[in-house]
Protein backbone atom coordinates (compact mmCIF):
# COMPACT_ATOMS: atom_id res chain seq x y z
CA UNK A 1 0.00 0.00 0.00
CA UNK A 2 1.44 3.34 -0.84
CA UNK A 3 -0.55 5.49 1.44
CA UNK A 4 -0.15 5.30 4.86
CA UNK A 5 -3.84 5.84 5.70
CA UNK A 6 -4.67 2.78 3.94
CA UNK A 7 -2.42 0.67 6.11
CA UNK A 8 -4.17 2.61 9.00
CA UNK A 9 -7.26 1.63 8.21
CA UNK A 10 -6.12 -1.96 6.93
CA UNK A 11 -4.68 -2.18 10.57
CA UNK A 12 -7.38 -1.32 12.41
CA UNK A 13 -10.06 -3.81 10.21
CA UNK A 14 -7.50 -6.33 11.19
CA UNK A 15 -7.50 -5.91 13.91
CA UNK A 16 -11.46 -5.99 14.99
CA UNK A 17 -11.89 -8.99 13.04
CA UNK A 18 -9.24 -11.43 14.75
CA UNK A 19 -9.34 -14.64 13.09
CA UNK A 20 -13.09 -14.36 11.12
CA UNK A 21 -13.21 -13.17 7.66
CA UNK A 22 -14.38 -9.92 8.35
CA UNK A 23 -15.21 -7.81 11.71
CA UNK A 24 -19.19 -6.88 12.23
CA UNK A 25 -20.41 -3.69 11.06
CA UNK A 26 -21.18 -2.83 14.42
CA UNK A 27 -17.50 -3.14 15.85
CA UNK A 28 -16.60 -0.06 13.48
CA UNK A 29 -16.36 2.58 15.81
CA UNK A 30 -16.01 6.11 13.86
CA UNK A 31 -14.36 7.68 17.02
CA UNK A 32 -11.16 5.33 16.59
CA UNK A 33 -10.30 6.59 13.27
CA UNK A 34 -11.33 9.92 13.29
CA UNK A 35 -8.64 11.14 11.47
CA UNK A 36 -9.46 9.35 8.27
CA UNK A 37 -13.17 9.67 8.25
CA UNK A 38 -13.26 12.31 5.66
CA UNK A 39 -11.65 10.16 3.45
CA UNK A 40 -13.40 6.86 4.15
CA UNK A 41 -16.86 5.06 2.77
CA UNK A 42 -19.54 2.60 3.75
CA UNK A 43 -20.97 0.25 0.86
CA UNK A 44 -23.77 -2.01 0.68
CA UNK A 45 -25.41 -4.45 -1.46
CA UNK A 46 -28.69 -3.08 -3.45
CA UNK A 47 -31.55 -4.95 -4.33
CA UNK A 48 -29.63 -6.02 -7.73
CA UNK A 49 -26.62 -7.59 -6.30
CA UNK A 50 -24.38 -4.07 -7.14
CA UNK A 51 -22.39 -1.61 -4.38
CA UNK A 52 -23.81 1.59 -3.51
CA UNK A 53 -22.73 4.76 -1.01
CA UNK A 54 -24.44 4.04 2.43
CA UNK A 55 -21.99 6.54 3.70
CA UNK A 56 -19.43 8.98 1.87
CA UNK A 57 -16.68 11.08 3.92
CA UNK A 58 -16.85 15.09 3.50
CA UNK A 59 -13.39 14.73 0.82
CA UNK A 60 -15.00 12.62 -0.59
CA UNK A 61 -17.79 14.42 -1.66
CA UNK A 62 -15.84 17.61 -2.24
CA UNK A 63 -13.58 15.26 -4.79
CA UNK A 64 -16.05 14.49 -6.90
CA UNK A 65 -18.18 17.73 -6.16
CA UNK A 66 -21.35 15.91 -5.29
CA UNK A 67 -23.10 14.18 -2.75
CA UNK A 68 -21.93 10.16 -2.81
CA UNK A 69 -24.84 8.53 -0.34
CA UNK A 70 -27.00 6.41 -2.58
CA UNK A 71 -24.76 6.79 -5.35
CA UNK A 72 -23.37 3.14 -7.56
CA UNK A 73 -19.74 2.68 -6.26
CA UNK A 74 -18.87 1.77 -9.80
CA UNK A 75 -20.38 4.99 -11.68
CA UNK A 76 -17.18 6.99 -10.49
CA UNK A 77 -15.42 4.84 -13.73
CA UNK A 78 -16.81 4.55 -16.93
CA UNK A 79 -16.60 1.94 -19.54
CA UNK A 80 -14.60 -1.69 -18.82
CA UNK A 81 -12.92 -0.24 -15.82
CA UNK A 82 -16.74 0.35 -14.13
CA UNK A 83 -17.38 -3.35 -14.88
CA UNK A 84 -14.15 -4.81 -13.08
CA UNK A 85 -14.72 -2.01 -10.19
CA UNK A 86 -18.05 -3.43 -10.09
CA UNK A 87 -17.06 -6.84 -9.59
CA UNK A 88 -14.58 -6.23 -7.24
CA UNK A 89 -16.91 -4.83 -4.76
CA UNK A 90 -19.25 -7.88 -5.14
CA UNK A 91 -15.85 -9.59 -4.52
CA UNK A 92 -15.30 -7.66 -1.36
CA UNK A 93 -19.34 -8.49 -0.43
CA UNK A 94 -19.78 -12.13 -1.74
CA UNK A 95 -15.50 -13.81 -1.09
CA UNK A 96 -14.77 -11.36 2.03
CA UNK A 97 -11.96 -10.32 -0.55
CA UNK A 98 -9.77 -7.25 0.45
CA UNK A 99 -9.05 -5.42 -2.35
CA UNK A 100 -6.92 -2.42 -2.82
CA UNK A 101 -6.55 -0.07 -6.43
CA UNK A 102 -4.89 2.85 -7.55
CA UNK A 103 -6.47 4.73 -10.17
CA UNK A 104 -5.67 8.20 -12.18
CA UNK A 105 -8.88 10.90 -11.70
CA UNK A 106 -8.62 13.37 -14.26
CA UNK A 107 -10.40 17.16 -13.71
CA UNK A 108 -12.13 18.69 -16.71
CA UNK A 109 -9.08 20.74 -17.63
CA UNK A 110 -7.16 16.60 -18.55
CA UNK A 111 -5.25 17.66 -15.44
CA UNK A 112 -4.74 14.15 -13.47
CA UNK A 113 -3.80 12.79 -10.03
CA UNK A 114 -3.12 9.51 -8.80
CA UNK A 115 -5.61 7.87 -5.76
CA UNK A 116 -5.09 4.71 -4.11
CA UNK A 117 -8.71 2.61 -3.09
CA UNK A 118 -8.72 0.05 -0.32
CA UNK A 119 -12.26 -1.67 0.36
CA UNK A 120 -12.49 -4.22 3.18
CA UNK A 121 -15.27 -6.75 4.02
CA UNK A 122 -17.71 -5.92 6.83
CA UNK A 123 -20.58 -8.95 7.82
CA UNK A 124 -23.28 -6.98 7.90
CA UNK A 125 -25.87 -9.63 9.69
CA UNK A 126 -29.27 -9.86 8.93
CA UNK A 127 -28.77 -6.85 7.26
CA UNK A 128 -27.56 -6.79 3.44
CA UNK A 129 -23.33 -7.27 2.82
CA UNK A 130 -21.24 -4.18 3.79
CA UNK A 131 -18.26 -2.80 3.69
CA UNK A 132 -15.92 -0.09 4.36
CA UNK A 133 -13.04 1.59 2.68
CA UNK A 134 -10.59 4.85 1.90
CA UNK A 135 -10.06 6.42 -1.05
CA UNK A 136 -6.84 8.72 -0.18
CA UNK A 137 -4.69 11.25 -2.98
CA UNK A 138 -1.09 9.75 -3.51
CA UNK A 139 -0.29 13.11 -4.50
CA UNK A 140 -2.21 16.47 -3.97
CA UNK A 141 -1.57 18.34 -7.08
CA UNK A 142 -2.64 22.61 -6.40
CA UNK A 143 -5.64 21.91 -8.04
CA UNK A 144 -6.93 19.21 -6.11
CA UNK A 145 -10.25 20.20 -3.84
CA UNK A 146 -11.06 23.49 -6.43
CA UNK A 147 -11.86 21.17 -9.38
CA UNK A 148 -13.53 18.18 -9.17
CA UNK A 149 -13.21 14.58 -10.77
CA UNK A 150 -15.11 14.16 -14.17
CA UNK A 151 -13.44 10.79 -15.01
CA UNK A 152 -11.23 7.61 -13.47
CA UNK A 153 -9.01 5.48 -15.19
CA UNK A 154 -7.95 1.84 -13.25
CA UNK A 155 -4.14 1.65 -13.08
CA UNK A 156 -3.25 -1.52 -11.04
CA UNK A 157 -4.87 -3.59 -8.15
CA UNK A 158 -4.37 -6.01 -6.05
CA UNK A 159 -6.41 -8.72 -4.14
CA UNK A 160 -5.38 -9.24 -0.50
CA UNK A 161 -5.15 -12.24 1.50
CA UNK A 162 -5.59 -10.88 4.84
CA UNK A 163 -4.34 -14.03 6.67
CA UNK A 164 -1.15 -14.15 5.13
CA UNK A 165 -0.32 -10.58 4.41
CA UNK A 166 3.02 -9.66 6.08
CA UNK A 167 3.24 -6.35 8.73
CA UNK A 168 4.69 -4.13 6.20
CA UNK A 169 2.30 -3.65 3.56
CA UNK A 170 3.98 -0.91 1.72
CA UNK A 171 6.56 -3.00 0.51
CA UNK A 172 4.12 -5.29 -1.99
CA UNK A 173 4.20 -3.76 -5.34
CA UNK A 174 0.55 -3.83 -7.06
CA UNK A 175 -0.16 -5.41 -10.00
CA UNK A 176 0.05 -3.30 -13.23
CA UNK A 177 -2.89 -2.49 -15.76
CA UNK A 178 -2.19 -2.02 -18.96
CA UNK A 179 -3.98 0.62 -20.78
CA UNK A 180 -5.25 -1.70 -23.56
CA UNK A 181 -6.37 -5.53 -23.88
CA UNK A 182 -4.25 -7.48 -25.79
CA UNK A 183 -6.74 -10.20 -25.80
CA UNK A 184 -10.19 -10.59 -27.37
CA UNK A 185 -12.06 -11.80 -24.99
CA UNK A 186 -14.69 -9.30 -23.24
CA UNK A 187 -14.07 -8.40 -19.76
CA UNK A 188 -17.96 -8.83 -18.78
CA UNK A 189 -17.04 -12.79 -19.76
CA UNK A 190 -14.06 -12.63 -17.31
CA UNK A 191 -14.71 -15.00 -14.21
CA UNK A 192 -13.16 -17.84 -14.43
CA UNK A 193 -13.98 -21.31 -12.67
CA UNK A 194 -15.09 -20.51 -8.83
CA UNK A 195 -11.89 -21.13 -7.07
CA UNK A 196 -9.54 -20.59 -10.09
CA UNK A 197 -9.20 -16.65 -9.50
CA UNK A 198 -10.70 -13.77 -11.60
CA UNK A 199 -9.09 -12.53 -15.34
CA UNK A 200 -8.71 -8.89 -15.46
CA UNK A 201 -6.96 -8.19 -18.94
CA UNK A 202 -4.55 -10.10 -19.52
CA UNK A 203 -4.03 -11.06 -15.96
CA UNK A 204 -5.02 -13.70 -13.50
CA UNK A 205 -5.83 -12.55 -9.99
CA UNK A 206 -6.84 -14.47 -6.86
CA UNK A 207 -9.44 -13.44 -4.06
CA UNK A 208 -8.11 -13.12 -0.81
CA UNK A 209 -9.25 -13.12 2.74
CA UNK A 210 -11.55 -16.46 3.42
CA UNK A 211 -14.94 -17.57 3.02
CA UNK A 212 -17.27 -17.27 6.12
Request: glycine share 8%; hydrophobic share 40%.
Amino acid sequence: MRHDGSVTLFQYWNRLRGNRPAPRRTEVEPAEIKTLLADTFILEKDARGEAVFRLAGTRLCATFGKELKGLSFASLWTGRDQTVVGKLARSVFDMKSVVILTFDGKNKAGDRASFELLMLPLEGGMESPRAMGSLLACEKPFWLGAEVLIDCEVTSLRLIDADREPVLLKNRPAVEVPPLVPEKRSITDSLIEPGQGRRFRHLVVFDGGRNA
